[in-house]
């Protein structure tokens, strides 16, 4: 049996107010947009591969005739100034070579292994620029015979980076402003934001084949300006 203190109590929770509770249609809208910003920049470094392969009857040999080969490019590399610290392995392989007889259809035939191909890559950083084609043709000269691929890049592109940012932020509020402006309302605060940046890709660079043309000269490169994108993705509350 319930007392008539607690009783006026019970009554009096009753009677305070409830908060509302807010439905879907009273939360507020929301307007997603991505923007883009790009920042260009003088590169001022070039990332090559380059490979020696060398085939021989057998993996020993294969070896080390690779080995002979790829020992006179690095002592070249480094005696351009290239530091150690700028010459890595990149890529090591030992493949046997087969050969397939031709088969009658009366048993089995079994392919024969006819020599080894030995290949070894080695990624290059090149800080002077002006050095890349002479270095590109010597190595060609010294045993290199594949060709990799050339990145031109920067150090630091930090500094870009933050521009092309900050253009992208600056192109997502115009384009949501835009949107609900011609919507008749206005933005709000920011729910959410999110970025991806690209850095230069890589681009092929000159075949052996080709550079062997050029021994008597340096290869011609152009290193051109380096693009860094970023895009921004941003959510806005709408206010109406």
């Not at 002077?128 to 031109?152: A, C, E, P, R, Y």
């Not at 991806?196 to 008597?216: G, K």
């Amino acid at each position: 049996m319930i007392s008539r203190r607690n009783l006026a109590f019970v009554l009096a929770l009753a009677l305070l107010p409830v908060p509302a509770i807010a439905s879907d249609a009273e939360k507020p809208g929301l307007v997603s947009v991505t923007g883009e910003g790009t920042a260009h920049l003088v590169p001022d470094m070039a990332v090559i591969s380059l490979t020696v392969m060398r085939q021989e009857k057998t993996a020993r040999a294969a070896l080390d005739a690779n080995n002979s080969a790829m020992a006179q490019v690095l002592a070249s590399m480094k005696a351009d100034g290239i530091e150690s610290r700028d010459l890595q392995t990149s890529g090591f392989s030992i493949n046997p070579q087969y050969f397939y007889p031709k088969n009658d259809g009366t048993k089995p035939v079994q392919p024969t292994i006819t020599g080894y191909t030995v290949s070894n890559t080695l990624t290059v950083r090149i800080r002077d620029l002006d050095s890349l084609g002479s270095i590109l043709d010597k190595s060609v000269t010294l045993g290199v015979n594949q060709g990799g691929q050339i990145i031109f890049t920067n150090d630091d592109p930090s500094a870009a980076i933050s521009e092309a940012r900050v253009a992208a932020v600056k192109d997502a509020v115009a384009k949501a402003t835009t949107l609900v402006g011609a919507a008749g309302v206005s933005l709000g605060r920011i729910t959410q934001m999110s970025e991806q940046h690209s850095r230069p890709q890589p681009m092929p660079i000159v075949r052996a084949e080709m550079m062997r043309q050029a021994a008597d000269a340096s290869v011609p490169v152009a290193e051109g300006e380096n693009q860094y994108r970023v895009n921004v993705n941003v959510s806005f509350e709408i206010n109406q």
